[in-house]
């Protein structure tokens, strides 16, 4: 199921100060952003991201659960604007950190432009500038606010979805019985996602493993920390 929201304005860049830093007066005109959102965030929370969406005319979408990733940001491109996307099981501060995950993406690409690395300086920098923004206003419960001030501190070292706060963050909001990150499974172990597809474990790259479907042989490349849950112990690769 696709759901997307289409901000009804556009606002130049020079604004976005004043929406990281302050709150918007007028949230009557945000309603039809806020709404949808409240299903996936506080209300609050909900009202800034949906202030962020409109100084940047963001198309967000958000979709069913993607095994390769939880998320996305794509820069304009031939007349479309810029697109984040979202896997819609994620847990409220889940989603709420990792929509600022790729919302910086789009800070760096607009301050920057598109020459700049997807994890370098610049990009660490508005992450951090977001996240302390989301801290001040109080969207991460107390007990967050050490954990993400340390990791804001060399945020681009943990890559895209950055595993061991997202590992914190499970542990904070809770972890259904029976479900681990792919990480914690043994090679050739065989799985299933939530979107109910079945592979089986191989190598790993960098952050992702290189996994088999089950039926098919197709290969899949699916990030360490998505929530699987292991069908048996240990089966060898046919």
Known sequence: MLWLIWPAWRFINGVFE?????????R????????????YMSEEA???VAQLLVVHGVELIITRERSSKYADYR??????????????NLRPLSFLLIFLHEYAHLLTWVESGPRVRPH????AAAYAR????????????????????RAMRQPQVSGCAQPELMEWLRQFEGQEEGWLTLEKLEPGTRFETKAGMIFEKGP???????????????????HQSLLVRPLNESTKST
């Open 18 to 26: 004043t929406a990281v830093e302050q709150d918007y007066r007028n």
């Open 28 to 39: 009557s005109s945000l309603t039809p952003l806020i709404k949808p959102l409240m299903a």
């Open 46 to 48: 909900a009202v800034w």
């Open 75 to 88: 820069p304009p491109w031939r007349q479309k604007g810029h697109v984040i996307t979202l896997n819609a």
């Open 120 to 123: 370098g300086p610049e990009w």
């Open 130 to 149: 977001l996240v302390h923004g989301a801290i001040r206003r109080g969207y991460f419960p107390e007990a967050m606010h050490g954990p993400l001030r």
């Open 204 to 222: 790993k790259g960098r952050t992702r493993y290189r996994c088999r479907r089950i039926p098919g042989g197709a290969y899949y490349v699916i």
